[in-house]
């Protein structure tokens, strides 16, 4: 796996959930999503316990809720879908303000907001506390396929190259005084976009010749062994656990 890559969604501490090891609080969060859909849409009250449960995990984790706040605006075209499903939605109507939206489409947005906001931020509170390359440990000790493995492990790593590949083509553009204000210069960028791209494959060729000549043969070597031990499990899957028991309950009311 190499060295880690510091993503945005990263935020550095030393708190409890971020000393977990990665593979818990993937499983942790998997769970915990999947308690999330399985809950009942008419339980509205379940979906608060939820949102406490995330805020008492960013609590201990140090994650302000600005910051998490800030990276829910991922969700905003889901929000937009979900607005639209009481006006397009066929079946019994009522009257809002004045508008008439359809009963089954105003539960269904609730349904789509309730269950994606907390979907986006449980995983924004996992991406806050684990760094990258702890993921890629994680789903490898998860015993993800190890091509699929590898697959993300070189996206994340290439991604970062082909970034700042783009971003010295830009310089070089800028300091000869190019300027993209219109449709007659598409065809520049038409040609850088070229270029990047055989740079990219050249580049993805040299490298996969130099795994090769050392050894390569399908399967990247071991370096760190994540372990964890019953404890940090406990710790980790108290969050799927307190979710589970609001999930039950809603299901009994």
């Given at each position: 796996m190499g060295a880690g890559h510091t993503h945005r969604l990263y935020r550095h501490g030393?708190?409890?959930?971020?000393g977990l090891p990665p593979h818990t609080k993937l499983a942790a969060t998997f769970a915990f999503v999947v308690v999330v859909v399985s809950t009942p849409?008419?339980?509205m009250w379940a979906?608060?316990?939820?949102a406490v449960l995330l805020g008492a995990v960013a609590h201990v984790a140090r994650v302000p809720a600005g910051f998490l706040?800030?990276?829910?605006?991922?969700?905003v075209p889901f929000v937009a879908f979900a607005v639209l499903m009481p006006f397009v939605a066929e079946g019994e109507r009522v009257e809002?303000?004045?508008?008439?939206?359809s009963?089954?489409?105003?539960w269904g947005a609730w349904n789509v907001l309730a269950k994606g906001t907390l979907g986006v931020a449980a995983s924004v509170l996992l991406a806050a506390t684990t760094e990258l390359r702890e993921l890629l440990l994680g789903l490898q000790r998860l015993k993800l396929p190890p091509l699929l493995v590898q697959i993300a492990s070189f996206m994340i790593r290439y991604g970062d190259v082909i970034t700042d590949e783009m971003r010295r083509m830009r310089i070089a553009r800028e300091s000869r005084g190019f300027e993209a204000r219109?449709?007659?210069?598409?065809?520049?960028?038409a040609k850088s976009a070229g270029a990047l791209f055989i740079r990219s494959y050249e580049?993805?060729?040299r490298v996969h010749l130099a795994m090769v000549s050392r050894g390569y043969a399908g399967s990247m070597p071991v370096i760190d062994e994540v372990t964890a031990s019953r404890a940090q499990w406990s710790y980790a899957l108290a969050l799927p656990c307190a979710a589970l028991v609001v999930c039950l309950l809603g299901w009994a009311l």
């Amino acid at each position: 796996m190499g060295a880690g890559h510091t993503h945005r969604l990263y935020r550095h501490g030393h708190s409890p959930v971020h000393g977990l090891p990665p593979h818990t609080k993937l499983a942790a969060t998997f769970a915990f999503v999947v308690v999330v859909v399985s809950t009942p849409r008419e339980a509205m009250w379940a979906f608060g316990l939820y949102a406490v449960l995330l805020g008492a995990v960013a609590h201990v984790a140090r994650v302000p809720a600005g910051f998490l706040l800030k990276r829910l605006l991922i969700e905003v075209p889901f929000v937009a879908f979900a607005v639209l499903m009481p006006f397009v939605a066929e079946g019994e109507r009522v009257e809002v303000l004045g508008m008439s939206l359809s009963v089954g489409g105003l539960w269904g947005a609730w349904n789509v907001l309730a269950k994606g906001t907390l979907g986006v931020a449980a995983s924004v509170l996992l991406a806050a506390t684990t760094e990258l390359r702890e993921l890629l440990l994680g789903l490898q000790r998860l015993k993800l396929p190890p091509l699929l493995v590898q697959i993300a492990s070189f996206m994340i790593r290439y991604g970062d190259v082909i970034t700042d590949e783009m971003r010295r083509m830009r310089i070089a553009r800028e300091s000869r005084g190019f300027e993209a204000r219109g449709v007659r210069h598409w065809g520049v960028l038409a040609k850088s976009a070229g270029a990047l791209f055989i740079r990219s494959y050249e580049r993805g060729e040299r490298v996969h010749l130099a795994m090769v000549s050392r050894g390569y043969a399908g399967s990247m070597p071991v370096i760190d062994e994540v372990t964890a031990s019953r404890a940090q499990w406990s710790y980790a899957l108290a969050l799927p656990c307190a979710a589970l028991v609001v999930c039950l309950l809603g299901w009994a009311l």
